[in-house]
């Protein structure tokens, strides 16, 4: 079992859906990433974070320590939205990162 | 905007050669990792450094060895080619223990 498991793995949906990308996690850790990676391009950080939620533009991500659960959440959904979404934790036993395998989203317009 | 920068962005090489790539940051980052990806998977760490003349292995050396003599300079560099190298070579940095990652854009390596 992977220590980081995303879900789902693909997700397809259209213009101005809400979307939900989930992140579970087994170790104990001192932050979790939230990264964005479009087909060809480089990755880039969207959130990092150790409790509670964050919100910038129409992206809110939230995380539950005790859960060891994180969820990225996208409102009023676009087809430039559409890429893959990475999360990755910090472990806190020797400060490595654990990378999920990332969801793919297409949004159809 | 990420200061962070890779070169090549695309190599095509024959077996056997040798080559470097280049990571460059400039916004002082004590970290910095090298990874690997291949086409729609995920990505696994090569090498990583906490600081100038400090560099480790990751999951997937790969054949490979860096560098950290500069704080901004992170050179990936692959002794003798082979087309299993062939991949997406993505250099990062992050300030701190715990920090925001900053990605370049990628080398994409072909070995013929």
């Known amino acids: 079992k992977n220590e980081v498991e995303q879900s789902p793995q693909n997700l397809t949906a259209q213009e101005g859906e809400f979307i939900t990308i989930n992140c579970s996690y087994s170790v104990g850790i001192s932050a979790l990433h939230w990264l964005q990676q479009h087909p060809g391009g480089g990755i880039v950080s969207l959130f990092m974070l150790s409790s509670g939620k964050k919100k910038h533009g129409r992206l809110i991500a939230t995380i539950n320590i005790q859960e060891k659960h994180s969820s990225l959440h996208i409102t009023a959904s676009h087809p430039r939205d559409s890429a893959v979404y990475i999360c990755a934790v910090m472990a806190d036993s020797n400060y490595q990162l654990i990378w999920g395998a990332g969801t793919k989203l297409i949004i159809k317009p | 905007e990420a200061d962070i920068y890779q070169t090549p962005r695309y190599l095509v090489i024959g077996t056997g050669k040798k080559i470097t790539l280049e990571c460059s940051q400039t916004m002082g980052h004590d970290k910095m990792y090298w990874y690997q990806q291949d086409p729609g998977m995920e990505l696994h760490l090569i090498h990583y450094?906490?600081?100038?003349?400090?560099?480790e292995k990751g999951d997937l050396s790969s054949e490979s060895t860096v560098s950290r003599i500069r704080t901004e300079h992170f050179p990936l560099t692959l002794e003798s080619a082979r087309p299993s190298h062939t991949s997406q070579y993505l250099c990062?940095?992050?300030?701190?223990?715990?920090?925001?990652?900053?990605f370049g854009e990628g080398s994409r390596l072909t070995v013929l």
């Open positions: 990062a940095s992050s300030a701190g223990v715990i920090g925001e990652l900053f």
């Open positions: 450094s906490y600081g100038v003349n400090s560099t």
